[in-house]
């Protein structure tokens, strides 16, 4: 009997021994409670002194452990680093100016778009035929002119007859002086007079003839506009370009002033043939070579200004 007895403790344990323990740590609890602070102090002091070699064991333990991938990642290189951080302050910037954009947005709305309105005046080019030296004659020996006492002519009235060439086309087609005649993208004249079935033009080199023009000259970069100045006829085979104070040389282009806002395009008159400075030194003396060559011409246009119905206001 005795000896199952000490078997059976040996094997599960005495329930005396245990309830020992318990009381015996229940008593230490309460004596800690009871006990002064200065001796709580030294027992803490020990206590922790005895734990130290385990606390200092755990720090240790990452440097035993392998290195995983996630770790190399985040760690990294200096200068990997140092890019991270700056692409976070890009993309803190740019934050920030959606920010400020969103803030304006809601602050002043959309803003607002105006309606495009049709042109007051609106350029059409009106094709027609040069009438050469002889079919000019023929037509002006007919006799007949195309104006009336609605234009003042009366009978007796001097009939002067005009050398300058015709264009098949008149007034029907609204048709008005000043109108520009082009061949392509060169400047021919301008209509000078505007009968019924024909209208007569007044040649960049006929006297009387002028316009406001530019003066550019090619460069790498493009045309290069220089000087403005007007051009003159003079009866000549070659024009004048008068009011030039910038230098110019030979081979320059001149082309029209292109501040009407009709055209979207310069057009073209031709080349710098002779330039010189004045003797007074204020202006340069500057001959003109025309594109224009009245012997090859067949066909012609005639830019006319159409004005829009109700454009025209009463005031």
Known sequence: MRLDSRHSAAAGGSPG?????????????????VAPAESLERIRGVFLDVLRPGQLVLRDVPRWLPVTASQTTLSGEPGQIAALEGRVRELELERKQLHDRVMAFETWGRR??????EPLVVPALVATRWLGEELSLVWRSRGMLAVGSRDGVHENAQVVQSELPLVDVGSPLQVAVGNPVFAGRVVVGKIAAVGRQTSTVRRVTDAGYSDRVRVARRTPEGLLLIAEGTLVGEGQPKCRLRHITEPVAEGDLVLTSGTDGILPLPMYYGRVSEASLDPAGREWQ???????REGTLTEVEVLRLDWKEDGVLAN
């Open 112 to 117: 607002p778009r105006g309606q495009k309105s």
């Open 17 to 33: 021994f245990s309830r020992g323990w318990v009381a015996g740590l229940m008593l230490a609890a309460a004596s800690l409670n």
């Open 286 to 292: 500057v001959t003109v070579q025309p594109a224009a």
